[in-house]
């Protein structure tokens, strides 16, 4: 039995590192981050699924996402990728680092092709961002 749930467990991770693969160009890696390809999403969770006859993967708890290609690290409760959307929604405690610039929030959304995040806090709480900004060359 425990063979069937482990061979599962990697069956659902292949499909998900496959659908997560599809959304991402390639470009210049972060240093010190682990890739399999390039352009490719690293995804850690307690639990995944992945929906082939919907397109949605979903992990939950104590999710890590590692984004190379756009330079993105990203913690959060729950994380669900519509692949048909490329759309990927984070939430519980969202913590995102994209270019040494951050952000925390309750939900955030990535939208892919757009390359933008809008995050929404918890009830009366506020969004926080961090960015840094240099100063121009003389």
């Known amino acids: 039995m425990t063979f069937l ?3 599962y467990g990697r069956w659902i991770g292949l499909i ?8 991402v160009l390639s470009s210049p890696q972060i240093s010190g981050a682990q890739s399999t390809a390039p352009g490719s999403i690293t995804l ?21 996402i590692n984004y190379p290609a756009r330079q993105i690290q990203a913690t959060a409760a729950q994380a669900q990728y519509y692949s048909r959307e490329r759309r990927l929604i984070l939430t519980g405690d969202v913590y995102v680092i994209q270019e040494g610039n951050s952000m925390r929030a309750e939900e955030m959304t990535y939208l892919v092709d757009e390359g933008r ?15 840094i900004i240099t100063e121009p060359e003389e």
């Open 44 to 64: 850690k969770s307690d639990i995944q699924e992945s929906n082939a006859k919907t397109g949605i993967i979903t992990a939950r708890g104590n999710v890590q």
């Open 5 to 7: 749930l482990s061979s």
């Open 117 to 131: 995040f809008i995050a929404t806090p918890e009830g009366d709480r506020q969004v926080e961002s961090t960015y």
């Open 16 to 23: 998900s590192a496959m659908m997560l693969n599809a959304i």
